[in-house]
């Protein structure tokens, strides 16, 4: 389908990267559940690999003999040529089997020991164990920065000898504390390539590469797959030299997203932008009503930041507040658990982005491996509790919250 005009995300994520000529005439893609690809010839063959090992270019318009799934299989394309019109700025995506893989497959792309990565804290807990468990006693030194926190960010960007990635969580987790993106790109100033996990807002809301960060991280367990049924991941560049570079590692890990998961991921991404609008206009409503709730101490959410530095960079990167909120309540955890008990719509349980609602208490599940300095840190109190909105009826959800809340004084 090369050649075309270029179309809106909408139109592109259903129109482009796919013909149905090579499904028998399916309107929409088939699985193809194999493990290996029979060649069109040996020279094919023998081109495939020359290309794969890097021995040769691909020349523009090129075909090229699929070779074994643990490498690349239609379906995998399928979907990654999907996500591209969905990232504002990308040329190329890259699915695996969770966010982890995504995240772990794109760190050791960059970083080998005897290299550093600053990252923003609170980040996602394995993200967290990853870096401090993992690629620390294997020799990569990970700097910890407060999300938000401009100045120690820049410090760091700054001061960090062989700093390699800057890996920015933005907004963070379950207090939506929001990170400058642009800011962190002009400071990084190319020295070391700046990764976003933008799993809570994007792609609908926030575009990292707009903003000149290098790659996009996703848990396509959350929005992108929206049905809570699927574990996968994504990455997105500009650059597609540099995402060359992840998938080769992808090759080795064997951590490609199998057939029939990319089928699944796939058949949601033309609703991602619909889902999370509606999610989105869902969790505002709520939030702004219950902020008055005598139960309540405070709401956290975008549209209800009161610090100033934080109202500006949602203004500047988000278009819209997401849907994720957090509950702060007055009774400590008491109350939190009361809240849980009596909640009948929204489920307890932990990740996000689906379309139903989900609420969970940070303290004791998420983050329960936290210090106590680190909770301090990152806000995560005893009374809070972090919900995801869905896409039910805002006013069922209300109404549910509210009964949930007058129960939990
Ligand atoms: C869930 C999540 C991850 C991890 O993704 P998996 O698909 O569970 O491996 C990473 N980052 C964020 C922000 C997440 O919410």
Redesign the pocket.
């Known amino acids: 389908m090369a050649g075309h005009q270029k179309q809106h995300p909408l139109t592109e994520v259903l129109t482009k990267g796919f013909d149905p000529a090579l499904s028998v005439g399916s309107a929409r893609p088939a699985v193809f559940r194999t493990s290996t690809y029979v060649f069109s010839s040996p020279e094919s063959a023998e081109r495939a690999f020359d290309l794969m090992a890097g021995r040769a270019q691909k020349q523009p318009g090129e075909e090229i003999d699929l070779v074994y799934s643990r490498f690349n299989h239609p379906n995998a394309q399928i979907a990654e040529d999907h996500m591209v019109p969905l990232e504002a700025g990308a040329t190329c995506a890259l699915v695996f089997n969770?966010?982890?893989?995504?995240?772990m497959t794109s760190l050791m792309a960059f970083a080998g020991p005897g290299d550093a990565i600053v990252y923003t804290v609170p980040?996602?807990g394995?993200?967290q164990h990853l870096i401090q468990d993992f690629l620390e006693p294997w020799g990569i030194r990970g700097i910890a920065v407060p999300a938000g926190d401009t100045a120690a960010i820049d410090k760091a960007i700054r001061e960090t000898q062989n700093l390699k990635i800057v890996l920015i969580?933005t907004p963070a987790?379950p207090t939506l504390r929001m990170t400058d993106i642009r800011r962190a790109v002009e400071t990084t100033g190319g020295k070391a390539l700046v990764m976003v996990?933008n799993?809570?807002l994007g792609p609908a809301f926030q575009h990292p590469l707009e903003l000149g960060a290098d790659l996009v991280?996703?848990?396509?367990?959350?929005y992108l797959g929206g049905m809570s049924d699927l574990?996968?991941?994504v990455a997105v560049a500009k650059d597609p030299a540099l995402l060359g570079k992840i998938r080769s590692k992808r090759s080795l890990f064997g951590n490609i997203l199998q057939p029939d998961e990319c089928w699944m991921l796939d058949t949601r991404l033309p609703t991602v932008n619909l889902r999370m609008n509606k999610a989105s206009k869902n969790a505002q409503r709520i939030a702004e009503k219950l902020a008055t709730h005598p139960a309540v101490e405070r709401i956290i959410y975008p549209t209800l930041f009161t610090n100033d530095e934080q109202k500006r960079i949602f203004a500047a990167q988000c278009d819209f507040p997401g849907a994720m909120l957090s509950i702060v309540l007055k009774g400590g955890k008491a109350a939190a658990f009361d809240f849980l008990r009596n909640v009948r719509l929204a489920r307890n349980a932990v990740?996000?982005?689906g379309v139903e609602t989900l609420s969970c208490h940070p303290k004791t599940t998420t983050h329960s491996g936290f210090t106590d300095e680190e909770s301090r840190q990152a806000e995560v109190t005893d009374g809070l509790v972090r919900i995801s909105i869905g896409i039910e009826d805002w006013r069922d959800l209300l109404a549910d919250f509210t009964q949930a809340l007058d129960g939990a004084q």
């Open positions: 969770s966010g982890m893989a995504a995240i980040i996602y394995g993200t969580e987790n996990d799993t809570l991280l996703y848990s396509a367990t959350k574990i996968a991941g990740s996000l982005g």
